[in-house]
């Protein structure tokens, strides 16, 4: 279960200190009272991901292990796993960041926008988790997406999956634009008002920036 919270996932070492972990090099540790008995958890984070925990009965200093066992049930163990997995989502949404595009360019894209607007992706389906978008904050409109294709979605060959950026453009732009090299038809979006492409270093990161710009200034 803590494996697939953090999978995707890239801990903050300035945010864990902020919560309240303490740094024990090379590990972060966290503990605090669980909800359930008199018990006591224990997180340890190891950068980028790794997280294990540990229940302690306080009565007897012994360590309370069944919720890590999946073939364990009763209502007693369900509402330890509960209570562990509540406070490991607190964790997650507070000292971990998606770490779903982890190319150096997409992530230096990603920051970009942070510094810039302070727009967050949002990753909005669940049955595409490696999918997100970037809205304004005023008018909510999007104005670029991070996807995942396979190389066969926009007409190419290979087995290696793709980091593409969706971005909007003028109708009349578009037929001028692409090309099927660089830019191509807006993958999962409205192809008339927007194009997509593939973060592979083909395109220099300063067009990248330019281009996200003036789409940003369409989704007014």
């Known amino acids: 279960m803590i494996t697939d919270l953090f999978s995707q996932q890239r801990g903050q070492a300035d945010k864990l200190i902020a919560y309240g972990f303490k740094a024990i090099a090379p590990q972060y540790t966290l503990t605090q009272p669980l909800s359930v ?3 006591e958890l224990t997180i340890t984070v190891s950068l980028p991901n790794t997280v294990t925990t540990t229940v302690i009965d306080r009565d007897t200093q012994t360590p309370y ?4 066992n999946a073939s364990s049930t009763g209502s ?12 490991l989502q607190a964790v ?11 190319a150096p360019i997409a992530r230096d894209l990603i920051a970009y926008v942070d510094q810039q607007h302070h727009d967050q992706l ?19 409109k999007w104005y670029a997406a991070l996807l995942t294709v396979t190389p066969q979605k926009l007409g190419l060959t290979g087995d290696d999956e793709l980091t593409v950026l969706d971005l909007r453009l ?20 409205n192809k008339q008002h927007w194009y997509t492409i593939i973060l592979n270093g083909q395109v220099p990161f300063e067009e990248l920036k330019q281009r996200l710009e003036h789409s940003y200034q369409l989704a007014h």
């Open 37 to 39: 008995a008199n018990f």
């Open 65 to 68: 292990t069944l919720y890590l």
């Open 76 to 87: 007693f163990v369900a509402q330890v796993r509960e209570a562990v997995l509540a406070a």
């Open 92 to 102: 997650a949404d507070s000292c971990f960041e998606s770490d779903v595009f982890s």
């Open 122 to 140: 949002e990753f909005l389906w669940k049955k595409f988790p490696n999918n997100a978008v970037w809205r304004r904050a005023n008018t909510k």
């Open 170 to 189: 003028e109708p009349d732009q578009l037929s001028q634009l692409i090309d099927q090299q660089h830019y191509f038809p807006g993958y999962h979006m």
